[in-house]
């Protein structure tokens, strides 16, 4: 993710918590806050000490990077969001945990809508 996409400062962070809405499943809460004077998305990771070693945080920030990289396309500007890791990510791998944040987005309503593309007979 590139800098201009990424929540670092504890102030933007504890604003998404306060102002925010949540919406959760069992391997993630996701806060979301609607900025649209914004004109791009921004992301910002959690994943407690509890979920392991440093080793084992940074390789599921690596991964949950990448899955936000790769939605990037499919995910409403003007919003930051603030993922938090709950500790059932620790034993899944890079499909399921793709899966599991595409259903939590859902829930929260923020995948953009596709049209349909419509069928010639």
């Known amino acids: 993710m590139e800098k201009k ?7 933007e962070f504890s604003r998404v918590f306060e102002k ?7 391997q993630f809460v996701i806060y979301v806050l609607n900025k649209p004077e914004q ?14 070693n440093a080793v084992t945080r940074n390789r599921i920030k690596r991964l ?18 603030i993922v938090i890791a709950r500790k059932p990510v ?10 599991s944040m595409k259903h939590v ?7 953009k809508k596709h049209k349909k593309p419509y069928k010639q007979k």
């Open 64 to 81: 949950l990077r990448e899955v936000i990289r790769e939605m990037s396309d499919q995910l409403q500007e003007g919003k930051d969001y």
């Open 39 to 52: 004109s791009h998305f921004r992301a910002g990771l959690t994943v407690s000490k509890k979920m392991g």
């Open 90 to 99: 620790t034993q899944m791998n890079y499909e399921e945990i793709k899966k």
């Open 20 to 26: 925010g809405r949540s919406s959760a499943n069992r």
């Open 105 to 111: 987005m859902n829930v929260a309503g923020v995948l």
């Open 5 to 11: 996409y990424k929540i670092k400062k504890n102030h």
